[in-house]
Structure formats: C-alpha cells, structure tokens
C-alpha cells in the first residue's frame, strides 16, 4: 500500500522494532501459506479468505482491511496491475504474475510486505523482470546505512531497474511503517544520490520497488484502486519492512516461507 499520510518521521526504540518484527513476520507466515495454494485455477477471493482467518489466527488482525476503506485482507495485483487490485473471483491462470500485498498488526504495529508469484509457464522476459525487481529491492536496502540519505535508496533501485530497460512507478512509493501503515518519510523508488534526509537509527521503513516492463506510466481504474500500467505491459512488486539498527539495515520481514514452499532458497 502506498497512500501517506504527513507527519514528521519517528523513530523507533529496539523494544519497538522487536514488536514490529514479530508483526511483519505475521505477514511472512501468511505469505508463505498463501505460496501453498498459488496456482493455475484458484482466485484472488479464496486466496484472501486464507489469509483473512490465518492473520486472526496469530492474534493479529488484518492491516489493510478497512483501512482507507480498503474491502479486503489481501491486495492481489495480476499481470499489468501494479498495485492495490482487489481480490476477484476471476480464476488464475497459466503464465499469470500474482502480486501479493499484506498488511498486519500485531500489538499495535504493523507488517506490511509483498511478494510477486509466478503460475505455472511464465515468459522468460516475464521471469527477467520480477529477478530485477527483486534484486532492486535488495539492492535498495543494501544503502539503509547511517552513511547514507533517503534518495540512496531509490537511486539504488532506479539505477538497477533503468540499466535492464525497465520503467520505474514514479506515482506510488515506499512508506514510514509503525503504529500506523503510513509514516513518513517518503520513500521512492528514484532519486538523486546524497540527497534527502539523514538516514537514522531507529527508522522503520518499507520498501517496495514497483517496476514495469514497459513506461513508467501507471492509470487507476475505475474501482477507485486497482493500479495498472499505461501502456499494458506486466509489472512486479515486492516488498519489505527494514529497521535501520547499530547504524545498518535489519530486514525485519522474510521470503523464507515463501521459498520453503516453492523450493528455491531466493
């Protein structure tokens, strides 16, 4: 989710980000029971019910649903969209990328990560954007350090997306993660290296690069929140909660049990 809302950023004690770990790992399980039931013929609204019921399950509750008057747990984004689809009943199918958003909260912090899932026979050229996307997110944590300003990080991202021929959503970007889902600062997914502010110990932040295959551009449909790209072509997303700890990034999400089901280690 990338709506914000305008505050000054603040920063987190070690007791906080311990809680805010525990609450993106609600998220990380329910990623992960989700990757089980992924495939050819399942739809979004029986992929959100899971989520749904688990999530309650950990004595959480859901983060999204709700929120900003959002009707769903999950926000699945298929192929072309890049953000925010609402859960429908239209089966998936072979070759599909399933965006996969969620949000928790668990003693009063949220998770709020993301995972980009492959059905069945992807197009190779499909499969190249979703290994850049995410190692655009990697390559944007990689420069959560004290050393380093907010911009370092979308340089990162734009910097790797832009040198494989990709368009960068300008119109949506990362968060301050918390007690609420929206703080400051901003984080986009471009930006000037050595500009904006100091990064600090203590910043919980989420990062989530949205990449296209084609421009940039990005339309909203007429839901009022399925986000898709201009031009038609796929794009892909993912997401993690970072805690800028001892002056580095911690990542306080995980992919693991996403890779425990599909049998890949990243």
Same mark, same amino acid.
């Given at each position: 989710?990338?709506?914000?809302?305008?505050?000054?950023?603040?920063?987190?004690?070690?007791?906080?980000?311990?809680?805010?770990?525990?609450?993106?790992? /609600?998220?990380?399980?329910?990623?992960?029971?989700?990757?089980?039931?992924?495939?050819?013929?399942?739809?979004?609204?029986?992929?959100? @019910?899971?989520?749904?019921?688990?999530?309650?399950?950990?004595?959480?509750?859901?983060?999204?649903?709700?929120?900003?008057?959002?009707?769903?747990?999950?926000?699945?984004?298929?192929?072309?969209?890049?953000?925010?689809?609402?859960?429908?009943?239209?089966?998936? $199918?072979?070759?599909?990328? =399933?965006? &996969?958003?969620?949000?928790? =909260?668990?003693?009063?912090?949220?998770?709020?990560?993301?995972?980009?899932?492959?059905?069945?026979?992807?197009?190779?050229?499909?499969?190249?954007?979703? @290994? =850049?996307? @995410?190692?655009?997110?990697?390559?944007?944590?990689?420069?959560?350090? &004290?050393?380093?300003?907010?911009?370092?990080?979308?340089?990162?991202? $734009?910097?790797?997306?832009?040198?494989?021929?990709?368009?960068?959503?300008?119109?949506? &970007?990362?968060? +301050?993660? +918390?007690?609420?889902?929206?703080?400051?600062?901003?984080?986009?997914?471009?930006?000037?290296?050595?500009?904006?502010? @100091?990064? $600090?110990?203590?910043?919980?932040?989420?990062?989530?690069?949205?990449?296209?295959?084609?421009?940039?551009?990005?339309?909203?449909?007429?839901?009022?929140?399925?986000?898709?790209?201009?031009?038609?072509?796929?794009?892909?997303?993912?997401?993690?909660?970072?805690?800028?700890?001892? +002056?580095?990034?911690?990542?306080?999400?995980?992919?693991?049990?996403?890779?425990? /089901?599909?049998?890949?280690?990243?």
């Amino acid at each position: 989710m990338s709506f914000l809302s305008r505050h000054m950023i603040l920063y987190k004690t070690k007791e906080e980000i311990a809680l805010m770990r525990d609450a993106a790992q /609600v998220v990380s399980r329910t990623l992960g029971l989700i990757a089980k039931y992924m495939r050819e013929g399942v739809t979004p609204k029986e992929l959100d @019910k899971m989520a749904h019921d688990y999530i309650l399950s950990q004595d959480a509750t859901p983060g999204f649903l709700g929120l900003y008057g959002c009707p769903s747990t999950l926000l699945i984004s298929v192929n072309e969209q890049v953000v925010h689809g609402l859960p429908t009943e239209r089966p998936l $199918q072979d070759g599909d990328i =399933v965006s &996969v958003d969620c949000g928790a =909260v668990y003693k009063g912090y949220y998770g709020d990560h993301a995972y980009t899932f492959q059905i069945g026979n992807v197009d190779p050229a499909v499969k190249k954007l979703l @290994k =850049v996307t @995410k190692e655009c997110l990697y390559k944007g944590i990689e420069q959560c350090t &004290v050393s380093n300003r907010l911009e370092d990080i979308g340089w990162a991202i $734009q910097s790797h997306a832009e040198a494989n021929g990709y368009g960068v959503v300008r119109d949506l &970007v990362g968060h +301050g993660l +918390g007690k609420t889902l929206h703080e400051e600062p901003q984080v986009p997914n471009y930006g000037r290296r050595g500009r904006g502010k @100091k990064i $600090q110990n203590g910043l919980t932040i989420a990062i989530e690069p949205m990449i296209n295959m084609g421009s940039e551009k990005v339309v909203t449909l007429e839901d009022n929140w399925t986000i898709v790209t201009a031009d038609g072509k796929p794009s892909a997303h993912f997401e993690h909660d970072i805690a800028i700890v001892d +002056g580095a990034p911690e990542i306080l999400s995980t992919f693991d049990y996403i890779y425990d /089901v599909l049998g890949q280690d990243d």
